[in-house]
């Protein structure tokens, strides 16, 4: 058991009325602690520790200045949450962060009245904080709300859509973006260089001086009315900015790190102001521990790691993880065809894009949080031609579904779809499971939709994929470590809407559709010790179904399981859908579909989430138990 920091300030801080309480010279003290306390937690949870780190002076300022919770302060994206848990009443369950029954990593309205909006996706910030800025201005209330931006989500179009909509009301909402120069990844896009020119710019760094001098001399009575002056003089230089282009008053860019330049420039906000402000501060991810400074994408999500040397646990695995085999066996394709392509919205690594792009770095696009762009930018280049992958996982795929529909299905453009993430996730809970996706494309006509078994089916479906050009195809695959099956050197191409059998049985089959095909196996096997023949299916495709082995299945066994790690409305539903439409339930046949629960399940280990949801070897037994009307497996047995 490692010694706990040494935090008196901060064991004076339960809620942030407490932290009122306390001097402004109090602060940089109050920060060490907190920054120390964080450290510490994350390093035996794992978890999001650059982010937090970064925004560690700007929390403790924020709820110093601002009466919190009467004021709304939201997090985009919620991962720079951590420091505001910690002071807002959830310190003495901080090392619970992302644990099953502990803290979420993200800012969850269910969890505290200091979290007035989910957070777990980006860039949905300012059309929330807008929305509580105008609730308070119709019910006549005075308080401010503050949405908290990072800089890599202003990539994301939704941010600009909100951005333009405030700017034409006289809400009172106060933007922070947070200016850190990293996302998870290198920053993207034109924002990110303008940022930076605005931040450095010459002529901007003179007014500021101008300014400060002017301040001292004249008094802090003045300060708003010099810092107005020297935003419009700023303004006729360099032509404005964006910002207040779009109808803000632009503040900063400030020091994101100093309380000197926070405190002040907070409480000025606070007092004066009128309308929407933008308050551009910059910061640095990672901020007071040096070795997520020196490797801020490193030091974004960190499993448990040794707070002196920073070196993070890895459990050594037993096979290779899917992502790394995606990445590896789009390479080896892209090395036979010179029109594949990689896109990815700013998750080069936790798609494996980034190894990608060392080898083609001109034929893989970073397109920054931005999913819908990414598909419709793949539909273009597949419309002339080219072999577009867009590597998303499958929640964030969710944001670009009517680019799916729309711009990519409806014409018929061979686009291809790697999702990655699909199932439970783990510790990030249910904003991002990949539930949905095989319901969201399988409805759509044209579309291929496929689900990798284990890592070698993961390289038979790349290069499936690859060589399919007849319209949208889409392939899923899990977080995490394969299975530990011998590998081809290269895909095999599949025929589309063909399954296989993997183990012959006669009274029970069990149609497995992705990962679930290792639990399926080891159900099999204890059916047959209890006497229950089993046969287990790789369906291999939602769409098109293959009807012929359905067939099969439903005509000579007494009873079929269907199982995926997805939600209602999926694989099984279309296969309920072909066995009622041709008639094979009319004969007892007794079908069992076993999908995700009808719920937004919380943090847990992936196998306990899939143990809870029925979906392991032991679920899939007792459903099978269930259906034909015994409730053990001694029952039976000698049949």
């Known amino acids: 058991m490692t010694k706990l920091p040494e935090t008196p300030l901060l064991d004076q801080v339960k809620y942030p009325e407490d932290l009122r309480k306390l001097e402004d010279r109090d602060m940089p003290q109050l920060a060490a602690e907190l920054r120390a306390e964080m450290i510490d937690a994350v390093s035996q949870t794992g978890g999001h520790l650059g982010a937090g780190l970064g925004v560690v002076e700007l929390t403790i300022a924020i709820h110093k200045v601002f009466d919190t919770p009467r004021d709304r ?4 994206v919620g991962h720079q949450c951590y420091p505001h848990k910690i002071l807002t009443g959830r310190r003495d369950r901080i090392r619970t962060l992302r644990q099953e029954g502990g803290l979420s990593g993200f800012t969850k309205r269910a969890e505290s009245e200091y979290d007035p909006f989910g957070a777990a996706h980006s860039s949905t910030s300012i059309s929330a904080g807008l929305g509580m800025a105008v609730a308070a201005e119709m019910d006549g209330s005075k308080r401010n709300v503050i949405a ?7 990539s994301g ?41 605005l931040a450095s710019g010459r002529t901007y760094l003179g007014f500021r001086e101008i300014g400060k001098k002017l301040t001292a001399y004249l008094g802090k009575k003045v300060d708003r009315a010099i810092t107005r002056a020297v935003e419009h003089a700023r303004g006729y230089v360099t032509g404005g900015t964006l910002f207040e282009e779009l109808g803000f008053y632009h503040i900063g860019p400030i020091d994101g790190h100093s309380f000197e330049h926070l405190l002040p420039v907070l409480r000025n906000v606070r007092d004066n102001g009128n309308g929407p402000v933008l308050i551009h501060v910059v910061t640095q991810k990672g901020k007071g521990y040096a070795p997520a400074e020196a490797a ?3 030091y974004h999500g960190v499993n448990r790691f040794d707070v002196i040397t920073g070196a993070q646990a890895k459990a050594k695995p037993n096979a290779p993880a899917y992502t790394s085999v995606f990445a590896d066996a789009l390479i080896e394709e892209a090395r036979h065809d010179e029109k594949i392509v990689g896109i990815t919205a700013a998750m080069p690594t936790g798609t494996g894009l980034d190894k990608f792009s060392g080898i083609f770095p001109d034929r893989c696009f970073d397109v ?9 930018f793949a539909a273009g280049l597949a419309a002339e031609g080219y072999k577009p992958f867009v590597a998303i996982y499958s929640t ?14 409806i014409q018929g453009l061979p686009v291809r779809f790697p999702i990655d993430r699909a199932g439970y996730v783990g510790a990030d809970g249910p904003t991002h499971a990949g539930s949905y996706d095989t319901t969201y494309l399988a409805t759509l006509p044209g579309f291929v939709v496929m689900a990798a078994a284990d890592e070698a089916e993961l390289k038979h479906m790349v290069r499936t994929a690859a060589a399919y050009d007849a319209g949208p195809i889409s392939f899923r695959y899990p977080r995490g470590e394969g299975v530990g099956v011998e590998m081809p050197e290269r895909g095999e191409i599949l025929e589309i809407g063909k399954g296989r059998i993997v183990k012959q049985g006669s009274k029970v089959a069990i149609l497995s559709f992705g990962t679930r095909l290792a639990d399926s196996l080891a159900a099999a096997e204890e059916l047959d010790a209890a006497g229950l023949s089993t046969t287990v299916a790789d369906a291999r495709f939602a769409k098109p179904l293959d009807h012929d082995l359905i067939r099969q299945l439903a005509t000579t066994h007494e009873v079929l399981v269907t199982v995926e790690e997805g939600a209602v409305g999926g694989f099984a539903s279309h296969v309920l859908h072909y066995l009622a439409t041709e008639g094979l339930l009319d004969h007892g046949l ?3 579909p076993l999908v995700m629960p009808d719920t937004f399940m919380d943090q847990a280990k992936p196998e306990a989430m899939n143990a809870m949801a029925g979906l392991d070897h032991k679920g899939i037994v007792s459903t099978v138990f269930g259906a034909l009307g015994q409730k053990s497996l001694n029952v039976g047995a000698a049949e």
């Open 368 to 376: 920054g949080i931005a999913e819908q762009h990414a598909v419709t």
């Open 73 to 76: 302060v939201i997090f985009d």
């Open 396 to 409: 964030f795929l969710q944001r670009a579904y009517d680019q799916v529909v729309h711009d990519v299905a």
């Open 148 to 154: 908290i931006i990072g800089d890599g989500a202003m």
């Open 157 to 197: 179009g939704m941010a600009y859509e909100a951005l333009n909509n405030a700017g034409s009301l006289d809400a009172r909402l106060i933007v922070i973006l947070n200016d850190n120069d990293m996302s998870i990844a290198q920053p993207t896009g034109a924002m990110s260089a303008y940022l930076a020119r």
């Open 590 to 592: 007794k079908v069992r």
């Open 296 to 298: 801020a994408d490193k």
